[in-house]
């Protein structure tokens, strides 16, 4: 079983402030901040697959012939339907630079293919089997968690429980006690992160790779982390 850990971090600032007008508007205002890491069960990659060639109906079949074989493989896999996103392919000109000119290579065809993979322990040797297909390029690795909701909502009670500890502490400080909470709301959080070990984003344009070239991930710890501001009355 995977290890969770739950943490609050301190409040993050924190301010008292006594109305001069209006005794009952005395009010302290307290930021609290909640994290919760945990090791990712799932990754989503993006498949590219493009081919050139000189009769625009030809690079159109071998494109088509690559993604038949990728959904093929996500299935032998047992990847649901629902975690493969496949988009329409794009047709266009190819041109590379050459004697300070563009020169026209052939007619292009490119489909991108996003697959959600649930079975981290046999990440390498999914990837390598994807290469083995002759896919133009295989990366936008990104890490996440089935009970990501989860883990947002533990992250806001325990940014909760830190603002309410660092009320109580400021006003037993002032020798006043805290009252109703007239105020929460939560502020910007700060963006899920990697702590280490990560492989975000791992880009393979590949024409020659084989199945033993598969990609040996470390996706490392993620983190939630919740912010949240509360006004209590001031007793």
Request: glycine content about 6%; proline content about 2%; hydrophobic content about 40%.
């Amino acid at each position: 079983m995977k290890k969770i850990l739950f943490c609050a971090l301190l409040a993050a600032a924190t301010l008292l402030n006594f109305s001069c007008t209006d005794e009952k508007a005395k009010v302290i205002k307290v930021y609290g901040s909640g994290e919760v890491t945990y090791v990712p069960d799932m990754v989503t990659m993006t498949v590219t697959i493009k081919d050139v060639e000189s009769v625009l109906r030809d690079a159109l079949a071998k494109t088509n012939e690559t993604s038949r074989k990728l959904i093929s493989l996500c299935k032998e896999y047992s990847i649901a339907d629902e975690d493969v996103k496949t988009g329409y392919a794009q047709t266009g000109r190819e041109y590379e630079w050459k004697n300070n000119s563009q020169v026209f290579k052939g007619f292009k065809s490119e489909q991108s293919i996003q697959i959600t993979f649930r079975e981290l322990d046999k990440i390498e040797k999914f990837t390598g089997d994807i290469l083995a297909l002759q896919v133009y390029s295989l990366g936008n690795f990104k890490y996440g968690h089935s009970k990501k909701s989860e883990f947002d909502s533990e992250a806001n009670l325990l940014a909760l429980d830190n603002a309410k500890s660092a009320a109580e502490k400021m006003a037993e400080r002032m020798g006043v006690s805290i009252g109703d909470v007239l105020y929460i709301s939560d502020v910007d959080s700060i963006p899920p992160m990697v702590y280490y070990g990560s492989c975000y984003e791992t880009m393979s344009e590949n024409k020659s790779l084989n199945s033993t070239s598969g990609f040996v991930v470390a996706p490392g710890i993620l983190a939630t982390n919740k912010n949240v501001v509360v006004t209590f009355e001031i007793k």
